[in-house]
């Protein structure tokens, strides 16, 4: 079992036709199942031409109609990004998710509020997120394939190269991962640690959770809380940003510790008090999941 996706998902990439859109679409349609699921690209320009056997169209529910794809990703550059997470939104897909880093944070809580205001259906991963993997069935987005193995384990994670980083440590003590769900480090994003926790704990594939978050914002405070009452697995946790001092912007656009608020040290205090295992060592992620699996 998996979350998110699955070998099948059928997947549109929304940019196609652009140098990040072309090199990442070949790479995913090289892992596991790929090939079959990723079945349309979306450029207005260049509708009726391919990409490598990929029929292109000029709208997202043009795509939809034609090849019954219910997942969308976007590499679409900053400025016409929020647009294309909107277009997916409207043609109703199951799940939309942005990789683009340096969308402007004014379009996307406009983007935001107009998904909330009409109910939308489509559930949205990221902005500036390395996407979602289920090992050896499908990867959607920027993740190296290769690290990752099948298995019971749930990754979720604020930062690209931490969630490779859990990945690594865990396929090397031979702990396969059920799915790696990269959600992003932007303020205005998608899918919340809480959200992610949430298909985790109802998912029967699952049977504990690596839980990375890093400094800026109260959404790591918000899931620990949610899982001291309800989660039914084990969690551990990691919080980048240690050494941050305050008041500086670290990284990420949401890394920043504001009033107080945010810093690693009370993210940490909370998820401990909640019962999750912390570890405040990167190279130790994998080894302690371990320590808590049965």
Request: contains cysteine; glycine residues 12%.
């Given at each position: 079992?998996?979350?998110?996706?699955?070998?099948?998902?059928?997947?549109?990439?929304?940019?196609?036709?652009?140098?990040?859109?072309?090199?990442?679409?070949?790479?995913?349609?090289?892992?596991?199942?790929?090939?079959?699921?990723?079945?349309?690209?979306?450029?207005?320009?260049?509708?009726?031409?391919?990409?490598?056997?990929?029929?292109?169209?000029?709208?997202?529910?043009?795509?939809?109609?034609?090849?019954?794809?219910?997942?969308?990703?976007?590499?679409?550059?900053?400025?016409?990004?929020?647009?294309?997470?909107?277009?997916?939104?409207?043609?109703?897909?199951?799940?939309?998710?942005?990789?683009?880093?340096?969308?402007?944070?004014?379009?996307?809580?406009?983007?935001?509020?107009?998904?909330?205001?009409?109910?939308?259906?489509?559930?949205?991963?990221?902005?500036?997120?390395?996407?979602?993997?289920?090992?050896?069935?499908?990867?959607?987005?920027?993740?190296?394939?290769?690290?990752?193995?099948?298995?019971?384990?749930?990754?979720?994670?604020?930062?690209?190269?931490?969630?490779?980083?859990?990945?690594?440590?865990?396929?090397?003590?031979?702990?396969?991962?059920?799915?790696?769900?990269?959600?992003?480090?932007?303020?205005?994003?998608?899918?919340?640690?809480?959200?992610?926790?949430?298909?985790?704990?109802?998912?029967?594939?699952?049977?504990?959770?690596?839980?990375i978050g890093e400094i800026g914002g109260t959404d790591e405070e918000t899931a620990a809380?949610?899982?001291?009452?309800?989660?039914?697995?084990?969690?551990?946790?990691?919080?980048?940003?240690?050494?941050?001092?305050?008041?500086?912007?670290?990284?990420?656009?949401?890394?920043?510790?504001?009033?107080?608020?945010?810093?690693?040290?009370?993210?940490?205090?909370?998820?401990?008090?909640?019962?999750?295992?912390?570890?405040?060592?990167?190279?130790?992620?994998?080894?302690?999941?371990?320590?808590?699996?049965?």
């Open positions: 079992m998996s979350i998110l996706i699955d070998k099948n998902t059928r997947v549109i990439t929304q940019g196609i036709t652009g140098k990040t859109g072309q090199f990442h679409t070949r790479a995913c349609r090289e892992y596991a199942n790929g090939a079959q699921c990723f079945v349309a690209g979306v450029n207005p320009k260049k509708a009726g031409q391919d990409f490598e056997g990929i029929p292109i169209f000029g709208s997202v529910r043009e795509a939809k109609q034609a090849t019954g794809a219910n997942v969308s990703v976007i590499y679409v550059p900053p400025a016409g990004a929020a647009a294309a997470i909107w277009e997916a939104a409207e043609a109703e897909l199951d799940l939309a998710i942005c990789i683009t880093e340096g969308i402007p944070v004014r379009d996307m809580i406009e983007v935001r509020d107009k998904m909330r205001k009409c109910n939308s259906k489509t559930i949205l991963l990221g902005p500036n997120c390395p996407g979602v993997i289920t090992p050896d069935e499908l990867k959607i987005g920027i993740m190296p394939g290769h690290i990752h193995r099948k298995g019971t384990i749930g990754v979720v994670s604020r930062s690209g190269t931490l969630t490779y980083e859990a990945v690594a440590q865990l396929t090397e003590l031979g702990l396969g991962q059920s799915t790696a769900v990269g959600i992003g480090g932007d303020p205005v994003n998608g899918l919340k640690h809480l959200d992610v926790l949430k298909m985790f704990n109802e998912d029967p594939g699952t049977d504990a959770v690596v839980m809380l949610w899982a001291k009452e309800n989660m039914t697995k084990p969690v551990v946790g990691f919080i980048a940003g240690v050494t941050a001092p305050a008041g500086k912007r670290m990284g990420h656009a949401g890394a920043i510790i504001s009033g107080g608020k945010g810093t690693a040290a009370e993210k940490l205090e909370v998820m401990e008090a909640c019962g999750i295992r912390v570890t405040r060592d990167p190279s130790q992620m994998g080894k302690l999941l371990k320590s808590v699996l049965k």
